[in-house]
């Protein structure tokens, strides 16, 4: 870390009322700054679209450009929403009309396919790339699988996605929308197991991985956490805002934590049973960027006792987790 680039950030970042711990490592992945980015759940990989670089994936253990992509040849990059299988074998990536499988031993693609009645606004997808979850603007969300060109539309809600996740295995489903709404619902059979309520529009969702836990947040102030199993209430996240938007959303593999990014540059750390917060940072912007803002795209454990954050800046950052909150 170079102290001259830390007091520029301070700088640029505007007048704040407490000084954030600076993350441990800083990798410049976009020198123009990202529309979106996901990384897998084991930190070992992330994918990151810009118009400059189209769709970069890298290699985050050896912070090596891997493959780069494009939707359109000699157009400009307009990927928004992009997913990479827990198992690490493939990633989805999409843009408002348009979605694509690569896969991730090679970097081959596996298939373009086209929306004609909505636009794209959320992507999932399962081990191995054999299902597919697409949520769209007109409230509908199409669970594909692709061995058999089966497709499911899920037409539980009244309004646009928002958001979505699915299991690793491609059988259940998480998904919310503007109808105030999040539901967890089986993709075999498309009947909703769980009704999740807001009091405004569901903005952002996350599953765990292990079938534990299921994430929902609207657009005010009412984050929460949910037994998949009963779905009953585990937690409600606890914050003085009067608003808060959570753009990134990671469960610890132990269940323990979950942490989570937002539109303000605000990347937190939060207890699973109590909803406290126990620990908060600030990623990087752009030099010279107006305002200084940053959105964090992504976030993921590297281990119980360190973070890695994407954000709209282009620059993954390694946080640290302090000791008290292992």
Known sequence: MKYP???????????EKLLQPAPSQQFLHVANGSYAAAISDDAQYAVVSSITDGIAFWD??????????????????????M????????VLTADQHTFALWQVNDGKNRGFWQLDAATVRDVAVSNNGDHLLIGKSNGGVQHI????GRRLEFLGHTERINSIAMSPNGRYALTGGNDYKAYLWDTKSAQIIHTFSHPSRVTK?????????AFTADSKDLAQIWDIQTGEQISRLQFSARQQIFSAVRFSPDGRFIATGAP????????????QELQQWQVSVKPNSRPASAVVHAVAFISHNQLISESSSGIAEVWEIKNESN
Do not use: E, M
């Open 205 to 213: 969702v996350a599953l765990d991985p292990t079938g534990r836990y």
């Open 264 to 275: 303000s540059r605000k990347l937190a750390l939060w207890d699973v049973q109590t909803g």
């Open 60 to 81: 985050l253990n050896n912070n090596a450009l891997l493959y780069q992509w494009q939707h359109k040849a000699d157009t400009d990059n307009y990927v928004f929403s």
């Open 145 to 148: 699988t692709l061995a058999t």
């Open 83 to 90: 997913a990479i299988s827990h198992d690490n074998s493939v």
């Open 5 to 15: 680039l830390l007091f520029l950030l301070l700088i640029l970042s505007g007048c």
